[in-house]
């Protein structure tokens, strides 16, 4: 199967048709079965009939993903909740990640508050994985930091927290003008966290519900390589059209990062010795606190390519520091 490209057709018939064990990150954000108004899928099946279509295309992510590789779905909890009992008899897990986003009332329930991102490893042992980092959360106004880190000031990381598994930072397309012919866009940076999360550049992604092409653009943005399969003919051509506007640009020097209009959004913890070459980082916490770090490109107009993860041992005391805060 030739890779970088969209592929016309049915989920199901193109993936059996790949070789076992041949993607780094497999990425699916299916129909939610809500009767949204897709051109070319009946988003309003049985129970019954929905989940046993899902379960097939998760056995057949489980098996194009290598064993150093993973497995991430995106869906509301009601469905997840079923598609974590299939994986966890044939995956590691590793997170649910609630992905913070208002909806609508439903009517005697709570208020739905989060979309649900499942995290598995085809093998926990060999998975890659890398910590991720996203900017501390700042007032708009004032810039002084949301938290109060009290007496851990001290800690700070200059550019910002590792992520957690509760994501409120990354926001939904919301301007039409923003967004795609699609009832169900999700934003880049969403998928260029979980790229940077899980996979390295020149490795292989899979998204057998491409849509638009977003996973697709995130990865190519990222230096990956990509294979998407999308059922609608528009959304192909739309796809395609993006993909044809998109270079392998999201770095600063030589290390990959997730950017929106000139700043960053997310980055690998092991590439921050070699990003903060780019900032003026203060010497005190207190200043860390009180304002953002500043970014000037001419600060660090050459960066070497970084080599092996720096090591606890290998790394300097106020790294050491602030690897945590």
Same mark, same amino acid.
């Given at each position: 199967m030739t890779l970088d490209t969209v592929v016309h057709g049915d989920c199901l018939? @193109?993936?059996? !048709?790949?070789? $076992?064990?041949?993607?780094?990150?497999? =990425?699916?954000?299916?129909? =939610?079965?809500?009767?949204?108004?897709?051109?070319?899928?009946?988003? !309003?099946?049985?129970?019954?009939?929905?989940?046993?279509?899902?379960? #097939?295309w998760l056995q057949e992510l489980l098996? /194009?993903?290598?064993? &150093?590789? $993973?497995?991430? @779905?995106?869906? /509301?909890?009601?469905? +997840? &909740?079923?598609?974590?009992? =299939?994986?966890?008899? #044939?995956?590691?897990f590793r997170h649910w990640i609630a992905w913070e986003a208002l909806g609508m009332p439903l009517g005697k329930t709570l208020m739905p508050r989060h979309y649900g991102i499942l995290f598995y490893a085809r093998d926990k042992r060999q998975q890659k994985f890398y910590e991720i980092r996203h900017p501390h959360r700042r007032c708009r106004k004032c810039g002084v930091l949301h938290r109060d880190y009290g007496g851990k000031k001290h800690g700070l990381h200059p550019f910002g927290p590792l992520v957690s598994d509760v994501w409120s930072d990354l926001h939904r397309v919301k301007h039409a003008s923003r967004r795609d012919p699609h009832?169900? !866009?999700?934003?880049?940076?969403? +998928?260029?966290?979980?790229?940077?999360?899980?996979?390295?550049a020149g490795d292989v992604v899979v998204d057998p519900f491409a849509g638009t092409g977003t996973t697709l653009v995130a990865a190519k943005k990222l230096g990956r390589r990509y294979l998407g399969i999308e059922i609608d003919a528009g959304? @192909?051509?739309v796809a395609r059209e993006r993909l044809s506007q998109t270079q392998a640009t999201s770095r600063i020097g030589e290390v990959w990062v997730s950017q929106v209009r000139g700043a960053l959004v997310t980055i690998r913890d092991c590439d921050w010795p070699y990003l903060q070459a780019y900032y003026a980082i203060p010497a005190s916490a207190a200043a860390i606190e009180a304002a953002p770090i500043a970014f000037d490109q001419r600060l660090a107009p050459m960066i070497a390519r970084p080599g092996p993860a720096l090591t606890e041992a290998s790394a300097t005391p106020a790294m050491r520091r602030r690897k945590t805060a």
């Open positions: 018939a @193109v993936l059996r !048709q790949l070789p $076992s064990e041949m993607a780094d990150l497999t =990425f699916a954000d299916p129909p =939610f079965n809500l009767s949204k108004k897709y051109r070319s899928y009946d988003d !309003q099946r049985s129970s019954d009939e929905y989940l046993d279509w899902c379960r #097939r098996r /194009i993903t290598k064993p &150093t590789g $993973s497995i991430v @779905v995106h869906n /509301i909890p009601r469905w +997840l &909740t079923h598609y974590a009992a =299939f994986l966890n008899e #044939r995956a590691d009832p169900c !866009q999700l934003p880049e940076t969403l +998928l260029e966290r979980l790229l940077l999360m899980t996979t390295d959304y @192909v051509a």
